[in-house]
């Protein structure tokens, strides 16, 4: 059982093409010689308990078949169990998301097959963070773990809009999403504490990553790690959309962060609060509202790396 792989099985990432997809990795899988045991999620947040109730079964290779929101569950499914700690469980991803960002920082092969490729050698594995998210939603507290990144203001709203419109665009709807938020958002009032240093003033766009990637391929936590047991925090200031829109493509390669009231921070404790509704985004899902509380969790997700 230890040396099976549990397949976690998303049919409806990368716009509900999962299922066509999984036809052809199970193909790659058979023929590689990769022993496996397929399970396919049916609802949203299935892949968590689908996860959990495997490790305690006695599995200990998790293979996801989806996207970063399928890969956010199953590693919140991982910290559900106490049958063992978490990183006596290894996870491998075949990422057939909309984003697909959480790869980029890792040097996962996009394609899958290539990807599968790297289940042959299953003990070529990195030990990274986690991240512990807590928000609030109808007035109840609520918690999430994540391993990629975690964004607010600006970042959320581009993602709620992009998340009703969801479809097979994949990154383009994020695009169409980002350029029509662009005119109709405005800076926030927010407080942000790292580690007890405090900003308070208009905010843009907050992000607190693990990883560098999100919003399909835009690079808005370039200076993150995802084992140095650190957040690694981006912030930009009060900034007007017109500066927003002039430095679009330096989203994509990181260098908008050298902009003015562009800021960067690390620390392992981060506090967000603000007198006006602000949500919370991680991994592609919208949460939550403020107030916000990150903790880093550190050497804590054994994933299988080229």
């Known amino acids: 059982m230890e040396q099976t792989w549990y397949a976690i099985v998303n049919p409806a990432a990368g716009g509900s093409r999962g299922n066509k997809r999984w036809s052809k990795i199970e193909a790659d899988l058979k023929a590689m010689g990769i022993d496996y045991e397929a399970h396919v999620t049916n609802a949203s947040l299935h892949a968590s308990h689908i996860a959990k109730e495997a490790v305690e079964k006695g599995y200990r290779k998790l293979l996801i078949v989806g ?16 049958a063992v700690p978490s990183t006596e469980v290894t996870i491998a991803l075949v990422s057939i998301g909309t984003g697909n960002d959480w790869i980029k920082t890792m040097g996962i092969p996009k394609e899958p097959k290539e990807a599968i ?3 042959k050698n299953p003990t070529n594995t990195r030990t990274i963070d986690a991240g512990l998210a807590t928000y609030h939603m109808h007035g109840h507290k609520h918690s999430r773990h994540f391993i990629n990144v975690a964004g607010m203001a600006f970042d959320a709203e581009v993602t709620r809009d992009a998340n009703n419109g969801k479809s097979a665009l994949g990154p383009v709807q994020y695009w169409m999403s980002l ?10 009032p927010i407080k942000v504490e790292v580690d007890g240093a405090v900003y ?6 907050l992000n607190v990553g693990n990883c560098q990637f999100a919003g399909g391929g835009m690079m808005i936590v370039p200076n993150a790690k995802p084992d140095d047991g650190l957040f690694t925090i981006t912030h930009i200031k009060n900034v007007s959309r017109w500066t927003v829109i002039r430095n679009v493509a330096a989203l994509g390669d990181g260098t908008f962060t050298k902009l003015d009231n562009v800021e960067q921070y690390t620390g392992k404790n981060v506090k967000v609060s603000s007198p006006v509704p602000v949500w919370l985004e991680v991994e592609g899902e919208v949460l939550g509202e403020a107030p916000f509380e990150f903790n880093i969790v550190p050497a804590s997700v054994k994933v299988l790396v080229p």
Not at 72 to 80: D, H, I, K, S, T
Not at 179 to 188: G, L, M, T
Not at 200 to 205: H, W
């Open 67 to 82: 996207g970063d929101g399928t890969l956010n569950e199953v590693v919140n499914g991982l910290f559900a169990q106490q």
């Open 117 to 119: 490729k790297l289940l």
């Open 179 to 188: 350029v029509k938020v662009i005119f109709s958002f405005d800076a926030v």
């Open 200 to 205: 308070d003033g208009p905010t843009f766009c």
